[in-house]
């Protein structure tokens, strides 16, 4: 089993701030998103702006998330992640990315507004670089959605919880050949 790293586990953290089974979302204001940033040790100085690209933005992961596990899903399902993906895109255009690379590495200046998006989007970058990305997974469970690490050698974990994801879709699989069944 591999273990997420430091960014990997970052992307986990942003998307997972929305918990679809408990209903609870911890960035639905721009004080929680900066909270929330400042917590982690990013920057916190998020305005309006910020914090309507920031969920955006998280939308647009999860869909990319979703598709990484289960591929691309028939009809709505699939034009709508499509879209969630483009919208998400466009706000990492936006992200000033001030890290200067050479011939002397030197700091931009401080990051303000849309630190926090540049430093999610940093964050993304470094884990489709080192090949994490196909192991950050979304579960198919549209009770759950959870986004989860799959550590598994053969990365074909395909939900959150074997117990709980898994069994509910065996059981809804089986409530249906039953229902197909002529008695
Ligand atoms: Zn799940």
Same mark, same amino acid.
């Given at each position: 089993?591999?273990?997420?790293?430091?960014? *990997?586990?970052? +992307? !986990?953290?942003? *998307?997972?701030? !929305?918990?679809?089974?408990?209903?609870?979302?911890?960035?639905?204001?721009?004080? =929680? #998103?900066?909270?929330?940033? %400042?917590? %982690?040790?990013?920057?916190?100085? @998020?305005?309006?702006?910020?914090?309507? $690209? *920031? +969920?955006?933005?998280?939308?647009? #992961?999860? &869909? $990319?998330?979703?598709?990484?596990?289960?591929?691309?899903?028939?009809?709505?399902?699939?034009? =709508?992640?499509?879209?969630? +993906?483009?919208?998400?895109?466009? @706000?990492?255009?936006?992200?000033?990315? $001030?890290?200067? #690379?050479?011939?002397?590495?030197?700091?931009?200046?401080? !990051?303000?507004?849309?630190?926090?998006?540049?430093? +999610?989007? @940093?964050?993304? *970058? #470094?884990?489709?670089?080192?090949?994490?990305?196909?192991? !950050?997974?979304?579960?198919?469970?549209?009770?759950?959605?959870?986004?989860?690490?799959?550590?598994?050698?053969? %990365?074909?974990? $395909?939900?959150?919880?074997?117990? @709980?994801?898994?069994?509910?879709?065996?059981?809804? &699989?089986?409530?249906?050949?039953?229902?197909?069944?002529?008695?």
């Amino acid at each position: 089993m591999t273990e997420p790293s430091a960014h *990997a586990a970052l +992307i !986990l953290d942003f *998307a997972n701030t !929305l918990d679809v089974e408990a209903g609870t979302d911890v960035i639905t204001t721009v004080d =929680e #998103l900066s909270a929330w940033a %400042r917590d %982690r040790g990013l920057p916190g100085e @998020v305005d309006e702006t910020t914090h309507v $690209r *920031a +969920i955006s933005l998280r939308a647009g #992961l999860r &869909a $990319r998330l979703l598709l990484n596990n289960i591929g691309v899903p028939d009809t709505a399902e699939a034009a =709508e992640a499509a879209r969630a +993906i483009e919208q998400a895109q466009s @706000v990492l255009d936006t992200v000033p990315l $001030r890290a200067r #690379l050479g011939p002397e590495p030197e700091p931009g200046g401080p !990051l303000l507004g849309d630190g926090l998006l540049a430093a +999610i989007g @940093v964050a993304w *970058a #470094l884990v489709v670089a080192a090949g994490e990305w196909q192991r !950050l997974k979304q579960c198919p469970d549209h009770a759950c959605e959870w986004v989860f690490w799959d550590g598994t050698r053969s %990365r074909t974990r $395909r939900w959150c919880t074997m117990s @709980v994801c898994g069994n509910r879709a065996k059981a809804r &699989a089986y409530a249906a050949r039953r229902r197909r069944a002529p008695d």
